[in-house]
């Protein structure tokens, strides 16, 4: 109740009436039955907008901290966790990815649309990374058809590490279902796995017009902070140069000095 309140009366039309999102290929999604919506991820404000331009519900798995913290901000938390579509994930499994996977085979098993985003973590950078291959492995374990979708414009509107953005219409493009059946059995081949993947990833990054890079977006961003760490090493160090440069200039220790 709590999620149509949110989407149709609190929160939906004020975003509609803001940011006037644009939606294309909605037919793509079927009116009724399970179906997995593979999507890039820009910003944490993907799982509003694409949400948004759907009539039907559609459930994404978050972390349970945030359905268990202590308190009153913990109850609003889980509230609007909850109104706002995501389920906990199921921690009876060995592991966050196996409590994942029961989470989304029972929301898909209800009948219902399921959201996931295939890279794992949000892009830093603009870019489409390597997709990790739950997605391809719940697809043939719940014979559900994989609808590929991009968002695109959230970066700007919710940019990561930054409490606001600028104003953009953001677009939500959905493209033609991915029927995996004919691989209905190979959920432990990782070779299909991997193939599958790497076919949704393609879909994605065709809607999304994103560059693609075959690395993992956590690896990535662990290469983009080192980096980061190294270039403010590099700028301490010369800046230390130049200071201790400038103090042997002062004392007459300088090439002018000796010169003369």
Known sequence: MLYWFLKWIALGPVLRLV??????????????????????????????????????????????????????????????????????????????????MKSAMKILSEGDLFGIYPEGTRSHDGKLYRGKTGVARLALESGAPVIPCAVVGTDVVAPTGKVYGTWTRPVVRFGKPLDFSRYAGMENDRYILRSITD??????????????????????????????????????EREKAVREQAARDQAGDGPEQKAS
Do not use: C
């Open 19 to 100: 940011f006037r999102p644009k939606a294309y290929g909605i037919d793509h999604v079927p009116e009724e039955g399970p179906a997995i919506l593979a999507s890039n991820h820009l910003s944490y404000a993907d799982w509003l907008f694409m949400p948004l331009t759907l009539t039907r519900r559609v459930t994404f798995v978050a972390k349970a901290e945030y359905f268990t913290s202590p308190g009153i901000k913990g109850w609003f938390q889980k509230k609007f966790f909850t109104g706002a579509g995501q389920v906990p994930i199921d921690r009876s499994g060995a592991n966050a990815a196996e409590g994942a």
């Open 199 to 236: 076919e949704i990833m393609y879909e994605i990054m065709r809607l999304s017009g994103q560059e693609y890079v075959d690395l993992y977006a956590s690896k990535a961003k662990e290469l983009a902070k080192e980096k980061a760490r190294q270039d403010e090493r590099e700028k301490a």
